[in-house]
């Protein structure tokens, strides 16, 4: 079982940034690709970025390319998402996920994975 916490989160201007991290509990996750996903109140849950197990691998949603990055630490306990340029249009619940992984793939679909935090709201105000 794999329990991932996201912190960072909070209210900023639009053109801001901020650094959102998920960190799992008790355990490393460099066995594991990792993705971010968001929700928008009405909306339904989307991806944002993924990075593969070893880092070598990243994939971002057209809206995000180009302003957001994604990163992991050397000891893979924590997964970053740096998110500059912020749009109103950015704010939403962010999630992390996690899976379980013996290749360099990205995952990003919300089914390919098995374990989510509990996420942290991002708002941007115009």
């Known amino acids: 079982q794999v329990q991932l916490v996201e912190s960072g989160g909070g209210l900023v201007q639009a053109g801001g940034s901020l650094r959102l991290s998920c960190a799992a509990s008790?355990?490393?996750?460099?066995?594991?690709?990792m993705g971010w996903f968001r929700q928008a109140p009405g909306k339904e849950r989307e991806f944002v970025t993924a990075?593969?197990?070893?880092?070598?691998?990243?994939y971002y949603a057209d809206s995000v390319r180009g302003r957001f990055s994604v990163s992991r630490d050397d000891a893979k306990t924590t997964v970053y998402l740096q998110m500059n340029s912020l749009k109103p249009e950015d704010t939403a619940l962010y999630y992390c996920?996690?899976?379980?992984?013996?290749?360099?793939?990205?995952?990003?679909?919300?089914?390919?994975?098995?374990?989510w935090g509990q996420g942290t709201q991002v708002t941007v105000s115009s």
């Open positions: 996920a996690a899976r379980f992984s013996f290749s360099t793939y990205v995952y990003t679909s919300r089914a390919e994975y098995n374990y």
């Open positions: 008790g355990r490393t996750l460099s066995a594991y690709a």
């Open positions: 990075i593969s197990r070893s880092g070598s691998n990243t």
